[in-house]
C-alpha cells in the first residue's frame, strides 16, 4: 500500500478492523520495529495502520525532514486511510513525532502511546555524532554505518546482539542516501520547544520509558519529564533487569490495546 505525502511516496500496510491505531518506528528502523512483527493488536479488534517514514525502509526520501513534515506525513497517511481519529504509538522519532502531531492535530488523537522518547529541549541532541552515522552510511552503506556507530557502551554480552540488529535495520532501506540525509536533519528538529508546551496536550496518554543499560540512547529521566508534562500521564516500564518493554512486541502491543480502549 503506497501514501502520497506532498509528493513522497509512503510505503505503508494495514491490517484487522475495528478501532484505528498507527505506529511510527524510530530513526534508522522501518515499521516492524515498533510492535517487532507481534499481530496482537489486530487479534484485540484493532484495525492497525503502520508505515515507514520518509528515507526509511521502502518509501521515498525528500527534501524536509523536520518534525513538522513527518507530522504532516502522519496527517496525510490518516486522510489517505479515512481515518478521523486514532490512537497513535510512537518509538523515539515515532514518540516525537506523534507530539508533534498532538499538538498541531489534537482533534485526531484518541490516545497516544510515546515510546522510549530521547528528544528534550533542555538535553545535547549529539548531532556531531549523527553527523558521523550519516557520513559513514553515505560513504560506506551499511558497514560503514555500524563502524561510525562504534563500540555500544553498554556491557560486552550485548554487543554482538546490537551490530546484528544494526545490520538487519541498516539492510531494510532502499534509499540509503535519503536515510542518510534523514540521519543528520531529524536530530536538528524539535518537536516542541519547552516542557511547558506538552501541558496542551488533551490526549489520554501513556509513556514507555526504558530504565535498561541496553538502551542509553533512551534515558528512563527523559521518559518521566514527559509524564511529568503530559496531563494525566502514565508512566510505565519493565522491571529492573528486564530488556526494555519497548523490544517485546506482545507486551507493548498490550499497552497499545489498554490506551486504545
Known amino acids: 500500500m503506497q501514501i502520497d505525502a506532498d509528493g513522497v511516496t509512503l510505503d505503508a500496510e494495514a491490517a484487522g478492523e475495528g478501532s484505528p491505531v498507527v505506529l511510527l518506528h524510530g530513526l534508522t528502523a522501518t515499521r516492524r520495529y515498533v510492535v517487532m512483527g507481534s499481530k496482537a493488536l489486530e487479534r484485540a479488534g484493532h484495525r492497525v495502520v503502520l508505515y515507514d517514514a520518509r528515507a526509511h525502509g521502502q518509501s521515498e526520501g525528500g527534501e524536509d525532514y523536520s518534525y513538522d513534515r513527518l507530522a504532516a506525513d502522519l496527517l496525510a497517511v490518516l486522510d489517505d486511510r479515512g481515518i478521523e481519529r486514532a490512537t497513535l504509538a510512537g518509538a523515539s522519532m515515532g514518540a516525537h513525532t506523534i ?27 549529539g548531532l556531531e555524532r549523527w553527523d558521523r552515522l550519516a557520513k559513514g552510511l553515505r560513504e560506506g552503506g551499511v558497514e560503514g554505518f555500524v563502524e561510525a556507530y562504534g563500540t555500544p557502551n553498554v556491557p560486552d554480552k550485548w554487543h554482538e546482539t546490537i551490530f546484528r540488529v544494526l545490520h538487519q535495520r ?38 514507555v520509558a526504558s530504565r535498561d543499560e541496553v538502551d542509553p540512547e533512551h534515558p528512563y529521566a527523559v521518559g518521566e519529564r514527559y509524564a511529568e508534562a503530559i496531563p494525566n500521564a502514565r508512566l510505565i516500564s519493565e522491571d529492573e533487569g528486564d530488556s526494555p518493554l519497548a523490544w517485546q512486541g506482545a507486551q507493548v502491543s498490550k499497552v497499545i490495546d489498554d490506551a486504545a480502549r
Do not use: G, Q
Open 170 to 207: 541498516l539492510s531494510a532501506h532502499a534509499h540509503p542516501d535519503a536515510l542518510a540525509d534523514a540521519l543528520s536533519a531529524v536530530p536538528r528538529s524539535r518537536p516542541f520547544e519547552a516542557w511547558e508546551d506538552l501541558r496542551a496536550i488533551e490526549a489520554p496518554t501513556v509513556i
Open 99 to 125: 507530539t508533534k502531531f498532538a499538538l498541531t492535530h489534537p482533534d485526531r488523537v484518541a490516545s497516544l502511546v510515546i515510546m522510549t522518547p530521547a528528544f528534550a529541549p533542555d538535553r545535547d541532541p
